[in-house]
Structures are given as C-alpha cells and as structure tokens.
C-alpha cells in the first residue's frame, strides 16, 4: 500500500508497521508539502486497524534538515509543525523515528515528538535554528530540557552544534544506535513494543530535571551568551525559552517559546542569518566575467600537494592539507626553520586530533629543504614572505621542477596574481589562494583567478578549499582583491576620526557595540602595525621628514594620516612590542589598556597640525568607517571584482568578522538603505572632498535611480551596467 505523489509516502512494510517515508530532496525539509503529507500519512496509519505501529523516515538516507528555510517569510501556509508533532505525540500507537543523515532542526523536533529514535551510527543530531537567528519552536526547547536536563539542552541550543550518533545516545537523545538500516531496525523495534502504552515516552509529560544550582547556572550561561553573541539576539532567546522549560508546566513553556520566536521571526536577524545560510552556498555556484561557471568547469585530480615556504602561512596551509587527507610535501630551504615548522605542525595536527577523536595525520607530511622534492605533486600552494621577487623567483623554479600541468598556487594578501602568472610557461595553471591566520583555522578561502586563469584550475582550487572545509570564494584579480580592497577606505576612516578629534577606544567600542569581535585599533594591534607600514613604504606613501604642516596629511593629491606611521618609526608595533594604538602589560600580552601616552601624542598631533578636535559620536564612527567600507564593495561589483553581493558578504562574515547577524555589508547596505547611504556618503563627500572613497560610487547611485531594488535583484541592475560601459 502506498501513497505515491505526496510529499510523504505511505506504506505498510512487515504487515503490520505503518511506514511514513518523507520525500523533499535533497534534505526533506518540512516544507508545507511534506507537513500536510505526514499529517494525513499519520492520520492513515492510526485508522488503520491492521496497523499496530508507525516508523518515520527520510527519503535517501536523509531523515530531516529541518523547516524549509525558502519558505520563512513568506505566506506560510500547510500544517503548522507544533500540533502536528502533538498529534504524533499523542498518537496510541508507538511511533518510531529512524535517522539516517542528519535530523535538525524541525528534523529533531520531529523525532522528540516520537515515541522513540533509533539512529544510524553515522547520523547526525541538532537544533541549529540559533544560527537562522530563530530558536527551536516546534517544542524544541521544551522537550530536549525535558529529556537531556537544561545545562546539555542549553549547550545543544544556545550554539546550534550537531552531534554525533554515539554522542546523541550518551545525551539520552536517541534510544539506540545501529550501524545497520535504521528503517529496518525501528520497523522490528516497532513491533517489539506494539500494543504497550506509550504513557511513559510522551517527553512533554515528563518534568523538566532541575539543576540544584538553577540560579546560579542561568545567570552564568547568560552572562556568557550575551557575550559572545555580540549584539545576536537569538542566542539570548534561546536561553530564555529553556529557562521557561526548566519553570513553567508544558503548556506555558509552549507559549512562551512561541512568543520568543515571534519577537526573533520578525526580526531583521533572522532575516541577515538566513540570507547567510544561502549566501554561504551560492557562492559555491562560481562564474567568471568570461562566463566560465562550476558547473562546466571540471577540476583536475589532487592527490598529492605541496607547500613552500614553512611561515605561519605555510605551517596552517599544511595542517589543513594534511587533515583532508591528501599527502603533502613542505618545503622550506632553510635548515633551522624546517625542524622548527616540523615540530610546530606536528603539535597542531595532535592537538586538532586529540579535539576530535582521531589518529593525528603525521604521516601524511614530508618535509623537505629542496624544491626538486615537488616534482610529482598536483598542486603546490606557494607561502614565501609577501615580496613580488621572491615569488616570482619560487614561481620560476617551480615551472622548472614541477610535472606538466601542475597547478601553482599562490598564498597572497595583496600581490598581482596577474603579473605573477605573467612571468610563467603556463600562466592558466596560476591562481591565488588567500587564506586568513590561522590557515587551519579560518573558514575562507579567496580564491583569485586573473584573465588568464583557466576554469580548470579556479574549479580544482575552489573544490581543493571545499576539501579543506573552507568557504571558498572566487573572486577577480585587483589590490587587495575583495576582503582587504574593502578595508583600506575603512582603515583610513578610522584614522582620520582620530585627527579629528576621536579616540581609539570610542572608534573600537563603536564597532564592537556594532557587533565586531574586536574594534579596528585592537584589531591593528593584533596583527602588528609594522604590516600596513611596509606596504605603505613599499607604495611610497611613508614620507619620514614631514612631520608638521599640511603637506604631511596630502599623498597623491588625496588626505593622508601619516598616524600609523609615526607609532611604527617610535616601534610601537601593536601587541607584539607591547605598545601600539593601547599599550599592553608586556610584549605578547593581549589585554589592550588605555596608553595615556597615546592620547597626548593625538593631542601634540591635532596641534602639530592645527586640528581643531571636535565631539565624534558612535554614529559617526559607523556611518563613516562603514558606509566607506559598503562604497568599495558597490565599486568592486562595479569592476566584476566580485561576482554578487552574496560573495562580499561572505567573505565578511567568514573572514572579517563581520557580525553574522547583520548579513554582511552588501546586505547590511540593502537593510539600512541605498538612498540613505548614498545620502549620508555625499554629505561626508562635501565634508571631506580630499578623500576619494567617500565619493559614492556609480553603481550605488544606479541602484538608487533603478528605485533601490532588493538585494537579490541587484545582478540584474550590476549586469546592465556594466553592459554600458
Ligand atoms: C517553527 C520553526 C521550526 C523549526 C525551525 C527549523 O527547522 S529551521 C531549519 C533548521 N535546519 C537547519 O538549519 C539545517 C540547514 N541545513 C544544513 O545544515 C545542511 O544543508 C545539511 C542538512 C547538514 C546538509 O548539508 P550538505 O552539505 O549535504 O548540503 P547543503 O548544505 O549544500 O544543502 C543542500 C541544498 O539543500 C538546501 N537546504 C538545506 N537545508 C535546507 C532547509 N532546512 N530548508 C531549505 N533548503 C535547505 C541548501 O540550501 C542547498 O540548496 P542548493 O540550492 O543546492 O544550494
């Protein structure tokens, strides 16, 4: 018996078990279709009087990825989820889920609502809904508190992680494990407790186990939250509506739940996280401006890699090239740093092991001090210090030593692909790989092809970086590509607030209350000051003798703040000299302290200058570090630097820091306004006419005349507008 063309399909296995087999590719979300399917599937097996118990299910070996995350915000019709678990709840007759692939979201608030869940031991369990900026409402909160106790529903719900099978069965989340079919054993399951009452397995009956410390572990757990939400609202909701699990009977849980995902549901969070969800897959789905795309684009076979030049880069690249599996060849010339890049690695790859449960991938990696030791590999991923020369000449011996077709990849912030690939026998086997410190650690990937970049190999380096679980984003070739192109007007905004009056801590708790995890000074600190100093040297821009005078604040006709200079010629290089924009306990501590020096010196400056300091407020600091940041983006879609906004926002969010809750800056653009944006640039334009990246770019100002269409739309007006030029 089966009900084929509904988005549930029925059918009566083993005589006597009602079968209910979701069916939405490729992930079974709940969609309207599939809620109304498995309510009249449910309905069907109840009445049936031959059925004597129910097994759910998904189609493919996937049991559920949760609601269908398309159909938020707009006309939701169909069953809602709430009574419909209820119903599956209440049912008289056992219900068994069985979880193959993953079971999230709605997928798990599914299987709560069954009477037990049996899952495959390669499944995989959450409530990830934090991360949609929403928080489990189809009783969610209350019936995970209920059957795990509040500090693991807590964890599981504040953070979104999936867990493993094995780790979902010591939970209590799941009643047995199987390595065998997961259908197969719940339908047998079934039976075995067929015609028991199901009194006891209803988890919305059962009280909720309070912790003896309640207050206390609340308290904490918020205070904790708040913090590292950064200004997210859901992870805070989410707290809320366990603590209403842990306090109130079920009923008065369920409404409250449902009153915190109204207030989240309508929130323009919700709607940034989710517009994340989707950008952080479209960018998967490349093209190029020549009009080669991924899905014509075959990427060559990587069995084995290379890295040279062992730096921090190239330790990081290594260990995540290792841990995909791939056998890796390090190279660095130097006898001293390769022990010492050996010893590094190895203590990385044992650690990232140790987290995760598995033997560490030694043996993957040989080191070498000779380049020759590359000759048989498929790709090698260049990581000598930034300096065009120097690659150039790695690049060089590289074409010599490597086999025909290998792929050269070049791991570079800044420097011209281009020019690099220029220089080679074979300039469509060059592309860029930006990766951000630590390379192990950090999810993206700036992949950059130039004009001469064949699809072939943007595909093999966007598929190698997916290997590497990054997000990878291929982006065109220009300074700084897409992430730090977009942070020089920013940088440089920052700098003049300072002249103008401002401090680094009100610049840097601006952009923290805006949801950064650290402030652009701190952040500068970080990564040492002496770093955009060389580039600035290497660009001419560092003139040491005109210390007084307006001349000193004019490069090329445009404002200049020659502030960052002067910390780096005093040595002030950030956290690792234990001064620079804060001033620090010693060198390499991290807890950045007010410098009173550093506020007499923006004094002396100011008046060195005759600048006259005037009041600067948060809005300021935002409008102008930010809108200037959102103009590079307009100009790099403006160039086909980037091929949507999507990629700029996820190229923020992964590698800038850009709080996740706000969407990215494109998006962030399209939430406060186009118009208001190209309102507020023109006026600080008028204001300071000597800086050319307050100019509002021409795409912003098409945008705005084509009546500021939403952002999905914006292609369509990028695509026309570059047909015109
Ligand atoms: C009352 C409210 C109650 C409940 C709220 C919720 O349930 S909110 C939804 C909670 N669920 C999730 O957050 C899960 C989201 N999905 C994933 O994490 C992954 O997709 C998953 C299931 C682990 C599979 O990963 P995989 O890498 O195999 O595939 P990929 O992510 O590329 O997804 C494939 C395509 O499916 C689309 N998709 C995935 N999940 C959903 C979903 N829940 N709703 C709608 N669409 C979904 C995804 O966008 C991909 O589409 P494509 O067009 O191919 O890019």
């Known amino acids: 018996m089966c009900d084929k063309g509904s988005m549930a399909q029925y059918t009566r296995v083993s005589g006597f078990v009602g079968l209910i087999t979701l069916q939405n590719p490729p992930v079974n979300a709940l969609s309207a279709a599939v809620r109304q399917g498995i309510v009249d599937m449910v309905e069907r097996a109840l009445s049936d009087p031959i059925v004597k118990s129910v097994v759910i299910c998904g189609q493919n070996g996937n049991f559920c990825g949760g609601a269908d995350i398309k159909e938020f915000g707009t006309n939701m019709s169909g069953p809602p989820l709430v009574p419909m678990i209820d119903a599956i709840e209440a049912a008289n007759k056992p219900v068994v889920a069985a979880i193959e692939g993953s079971a999230l979201g709605g997928g798990l608030e599914l299987a709560l609502g069954c009477h037990y869940r049996i899952a495959h031991s390669k499944a995989r369990l959450g409530l990830p809904e934090v991360t949609l900026g929403l928080l489990p409402a189809a009783g969610g909160t209350q019936r995970l508190s209920r059957l795990i106790g509040v500090p693991a529903a807590l964890n599981l719900i504040t953070t979104g992680i999936h867990v ?26 079934s039976l075995s407790v067929a015609g028991q009452s199901m009194d006891a397995r209803r988890i919305s009956t059962y009280p909720c186990p309070l912790p003896s410390d309640f207050d206390a572990l609340f308290e904490g757990v918020m205070q904790k939250v708040r913090q590292s939400a950064r200004g997210a609202i859901a992870p805070v909701a989410c707290v ?19 009153e915190l995902m ?28 020549s009009g080669a795309r991924w899905e014509t684009s075959k990427p060559m076979p990587v069995h084995k890699a290379a890295v040279i030049g062992l730096g921090t880069m190239g330790r990081g690249i290594t260990v995540a090239l290792a841990q995909t599996g791939l056998s890796v060849v390090a190279v660095e010339t130097q006898e001293k740093q390769l022990m010492e890049a050996k010893q590094a ?16 991938m030694l043996d993957r990696i040989s080191y070498s001090q000779n380049i020759q030791a590359v000759a048989e590999v498929d790709l090698v991923i260049e990581a000598v210090f930034e300096d065009m020369a120097l690659k150039t000449e790695v690049f060089q011996q590289l074409s010599a030593v490597c086999k025909p077709g290998t792929l050269l990849c070049t791991n570079t912030s800044a420097l011209d692909v281009d020019k690099l690939a220029s220089e080679m026998p074979n300039p469509e086997l060059v592309v860029g790989m930006h990766f951000f410190a630590p390379a192990h650690v950090m999810k993206l990937l700036e992949v950059v092809y130039g004009p001469r970049s064949s699809p072939q190999a943007v595909a093999t380096a966007m598929q190698l970086g997916k290997k590497m679980g990054k997000v990878s984003v291929a982006v065109g070739n220009c300074r700084g590509f897409v992430g730090n192109r977009m942070l020089m007007p920013y940088l440089q905004q920052a700098f003049f607030l300072l002249e103008e009056g401002a401090t680094p801590e009100l610049v840097d708790r601006a952009l923290e209350e805006f949801g950064f995890p650290m402030g652009v000074f701190r952040m500068s600190d970080l990564s040492g000051l002496d770093i955009g100093w060389r580039v600035r040297k290497r660009d001419e821009l560092v003139e040491p003798d005109m210390a007084s005078g307006q001349s000193a604040r004019i490069r090329q006709g445009s404002r200049y703040s020659p502030l960052g200079d002067l910390l780096c010629e005093q040595g002030r290089f950030g956290q690792k000299t234990g001064q620079g924009w804060y001033r620090y306990d010693k060198p390499g501590s991290r807890v950045a302290r007010s410098d009173p020096w550093l506020h007499s010196f923006l004094v002396e400056y100011r008046a060195r200058h005759g600048l006259v300091p005037r009041s600067i407020d948060h809005q300021e600091v935002l409008e102008r570090c930010l809108y200037a940041l959102i103009n590079e983006g307009f100009r790099i879609l403006e160039d086909g630097i980037a091929a949507g906004p999507e990629d700029i926002d996820v190229i923020y969010v992964f590698g800038y820091g850009w709080p996740r809750h706000r969407g990215g800056p494109m998006f962030y653009a399209s939430m406060v306004g186009l118009a208001k944006i190209l309102e507020r640039l023109e006026h600080y334009q008028q204001a300071h006419p000597d800086v050319p990246y307050l100019q509002p770019s021409s795409l912003l100002r098409r945008l705005v005349a084509s009546d500021s269409p939403p952002i999905h739309r914006w292609r369509e007006v990028i695509k026309k507008y570059q047909s015109q030029l």
């Open 164 to 189: 493993t099978a094995a780790q979902a069965l010591q939970l209590g989340i799941v009643d047995q494990v199987t390595d065998h079919n997961a259908v197969e054993v719940a339908v047998t399951f």
């Open 240 to 258: 809320q509506a366990v603590r209403a699990a842990a306090t109130l009977p079920y009923t008065k849980g369920m409404e409250r739940e449902q």
């Open 262 to 289: 109204a207030t989240l549901f309508t929130s323009g969070q919700a709607r940034a996280q989710q517009y994340c969800f989707f950008a952080q897959r479209a960018v998967g789905r490349w093209r190029m401006p």
């Open 345 to 360: 690695v190895s203590g990385m790859l044992e650690r990232g092991a140790k987290r995760h449960g598995v033997a560490p």
